[in-house]
């Protein structure tokens, strides 16, 4: 399929069944709900050293649970794609579970390498030094103030000190941003290869998936998901402006959130289903 097919289809995808997407909202919401009241009643529990440690412990593993099915029922999403099935396939709670705990397993392994390299160069920059001891001379120095003075970080840290690490920051970032760009193209591919055989194994093989990059076409799989992720920005920039106009607007967000969730997975498994 050609890059504007995947799109127009993929877009059109999360209405063909408005019962299936409602569940995944419900299920969404009831998450992030149980995950709030979770942290809340375990910083309760732990202050007051009360029973709320254990509600908020039980609100918290609830939270994961649901938030590991609606990963795993993202990933059905894009075997459907793969599979160019009508319409969402049904939940099935346990296989969804356990696909939504592979898929995280799967995200730490292609996200981890990135990771070290750039703590590895923060470290070889000293940025993480000059951080330290920056923010160790501002703390020291704002508590000796006066009430009403204001201290820059300029008046505590020699100027020298801040271009090294200004020029520190500046190549990490630079470095974290291609890195962690490739591995997410990667992680795509990962996500699909895990939605086409449900083996973790195959699915964190990530040789295998800079090959299925080349085998769709380099230019086609950074075309789409770019596409996407412009599609996804332009929605959400549209909807945080009108929040600023029509109060409580945002509220959308609980619904174009989950139906833009199933967009951009059904368009990563039609994009994969060229070489499936």
Not at 79 to 104: C, D, Y
Not at 191 to 200: F, G, H, N, V, Y
Not at 260 to 272: E, I, K, N
Request: proline share 3%; charged share 10%.
């Amino acid at each position: 399929m050609e890059i504007m097919e995947i799109i127009k289809e993929a877009m059109v995808f999360p209405s063909k069944d408005i019962v299936k997407l409602a569940v995944y909202i419900a299920l969404s919401v009831v998450s992030v709900l149980l995950g709030a009241f979770g942290i809340i009643y375990l910083a309760i529990g732990v202050a007051s050293q009360s029973f709320w440690i254990i509600i908020g412990l039980i609100a918290f593993i609830a939270a994961l649970i649901l938030g590991f099915i609606t990963t795993g029922y993202i990933v059905s999403i894009i075997r459907s794609g793969i599979e160019h099935e009508e319409s969402a396939p049904q939940f099935m709670w346990k296989e969804n579970l356990v696909t939504g705990i592979k898929f995280v397993v799967l995200n730490i392994v292609y996200f981890i390498i990135p990771a070290i390299v750039v703590l590895i160069l923060g470290w070889a920059t000293n940025l993480f030094g000059m951080a330290s001891i920056m923010f160790t001379r501002m703390m020291y120095a704002s508590m000796a103030a006066p009430a009403n003075a204001t201290v820059t970080i300029a008046d505590v840290v020699p100027q020298s000190m801040i271009i090294s690490f200004g020029n520190s920051l500046i190549i990490v970032g630079i470095v974290a941003f291609i890195l962690f760009v490739i591995f997410g193209f990667l992680e795509t591919m990962g996500q699909c290869r895990l939605a086409k055989t449900d083996s973790l194994g195959y699915a964190v093989n990530i040789p295998e998936a800079f090959r299925d990059i080349g085998r769709i076409g380099f230019g086609k799989v950074i075309g789409l998901t770019v596409l996407i992720f412009v599609i996804i920005l332009v929605i959400n920039c549209i909807i945080s402006g009108l929040n600023a106009y029509i109060a409580g607007f945002s509220i959308l967000s609980i619904i174009v959130t989950p139906y833009l969730s199933f967009f951009a997975a059904r368009a990563s498994g039609l994009l994969y289903s060229d070489i499936a």
